[in-house]
C-alpha cells in the first residue's frame, strides 16, 4: 500500500472569485495553502495554521467551513497518496508568499486551468466547489 500523507487545505477567495493556488519550494505544481497537523492540531487548527504560516492570512480556526475530505495522489511524492480535510475561507482575502511559498497565483474558475494543478485541487476540490451554491460567486 502506498504510504499516506494527513493534510489540511484551505480554499480562500479574492474580490474576483478568484482561488488561491501556492507553489512551495522545490515544486512544480500549484495546490491550496495548507500541510501537515502538528501533534495534537485538529485539521482546521493545522489549516489556519498553515495559511498564517504560507500566505499571512489570520482567521480562526472555527470560523473555516468544511468542504469536503478526500484521497488523492500527492502532487509532489511519487506513489504517496494525501488525505486531505479541505475548508474554504468565508470573506474575501488578499495573501502574499511567505515560509515554503515559492510564488502564489489566483486561478480564475471560470477560464481554462493550467496544467500544473494538484490532483486534490482538479479531481475533487473543484468539482465540489463548482457543485456549491457560494458567496463569492455573483449569480
Do not use: Y
Not at 11 to 30: E, I, N, P, Q, W
Not at 57 to 66: C, E, F, G, Q, Y
Not at 92 to 111: K, Q, T
Amino acid at each position: 500500500m502506498n504510504p499516506r500523507i494527513v493534510v489540511s487545505a484551505v480554499c480562500v477567495f479574492d474580490r474576483s472569485g478568484r482561488l488561491l493556488t501556492v507553489r512551495k519550494r522545490g515544486t512544480d505544481k500549484f495546490m491550496h495553502p495548507g500541510g501537515k497537523p502538528e501533534a495534537g492540531e485538529t485539521a482546521a487548527q493545522a489549516a489556519a495554521r498553515e495559511l498564517r504560516e504560507e500566505v499571512g492570512i489570520v482567521l480562526a480556526p472555527d470560523r473555516l467551513d468544511l468542504l469536503g475530505c478526500w484521497l488523492a495522489d500527492a502532487a509532489n511524492e511519487a506513489a504517496t497518496q494525501i488525505e486531505a480535510t479541505v475548508f474554504t475561507a468565508p470573506g474575501v482575502w488578499s495573501a502574499r508568499p511567505s515560509a515554503e511559498i515559492a510564488e502564489i497565483r489566483w486561478l480564475d474558475l471560470a477560464a481554462e486551468l493550467p496544467g500544473d494543478l494538484a490532483p486534490l485541487l482538479t479531481d475533487h476540490v473543484l468539482p465540489a466547489l463548482s457543485a456549491k451554491p457560494s458567496a463569492h460567486q455573483d449569480g
